[in-house]
């Protein structure tokens, strides 16, 4: 079965500092690969996907991932992080209706 | 937000007791899954469905069973709560045939909170 390994359990930073969350994935086929957000007690929300193309991906509020194939990672990043995205990420890894997520990292951004 | 409404969305139940969870969705979507929500181990799949009365279980299935009599209803059953199903339960829809986004992306509840005393 397929497992996804996020490296950080929780991470702290400032304002304005730059964002690396780690996520690799053991699975060597086809895979379709996700971040989520969870705000404190609200829902998983989706920041983006990877399906194909592009390895970089682009999604909300100005994050990006880059899908490296050879390392089966696909790392989360944004280049100056802002007191609200104060939350818990989570990378996700599908293949063949098998879901898989990591045990989630939990940024703490200090205004 | 996908339409997705869990019910209830808070329950303290006492051990031994059965529980139900529901999940209805808007979205007509094939796929509905039940996902728990446990500190160190992020989510991890319950049951899912693949279509009325098509269901498969998931990582972490014993005791608990699914039923979809409808595609807008997925059931979640404890048949007798433990202390150790004490967790937050995501329910969580996807379309992955047609969809226009690109198919597997999977849309979550906003979680039942289960406490079991």
């Known amino acids: 079965a397929q497992s996804v390994s996020q490296h950080n359990h929780h991470v702290i930073l400032s304002e304005a500092a730059s964002l690396e969350l780690g996520c690799n994935y053991s699975?060597?086929?086809?895979?379709?690969l996700f971040w989520y957000v969870q705000y404190p007690g609200q829902h998983l929300q989706l920041l983006l996907k990877y399906f194909s193309g592009d390895p970089l991906v682009k999604g909300i509020k100005g994050f990006e991932a880059e899908f490296i194939k050879s390392k089966f990672s696909f790392n989360l990043r944004k280049p100056s992080v802002q007191w609200s995205d104060t939350a818990e990420y989570f990378c996700?890894?599908?293949?063949?209706?098998?879901?898989?997520f990591g045990a989630g990292t939990r940024l703490t951004v200090k205004p | 937000d996908a339409g997705i409404t869990q019910s209830p969305r808070h329950k303290v139940t006492e051990t031994g007791t059965p529980v139900t969870l529901r999940c209805h969705q808007t979205?007509?979507?094939?796929?509905m899954y039940w996902y728990r929500q446990d500190p160190g181990h992020g989510l991890r799949l319950i049951h899912y469905?693949?279509?009325?009365?098509?269901?498969d279980k998931g990582e972490v299935s014993d005791g608990y069973s699914v039923s979809r009599s409808k595609t807008e209803d997925f059931l979640l059953t404890l048949e007798s709560a433990t202390s150790s199903q004490t967790s937050v339960y995501f329910c969580a829809i996807s379309d992955p045939i047609g969809a226009g986004d690109g198919g597997n992306t999977i849309y979550f509840g906003e979680g039942s909170w289960l406490t079991v005393v």
């Open positions: 996700a890894v599908y293949n063949n209706n098998d879901m898989r």
């Open positions: 979205e007509n979507h094939r796929y």
């Open positions: 699975y060597g086929g086809t895979v379709n």
């Open positions: 469905s693949y279509g009325v009365k098509d269901t």
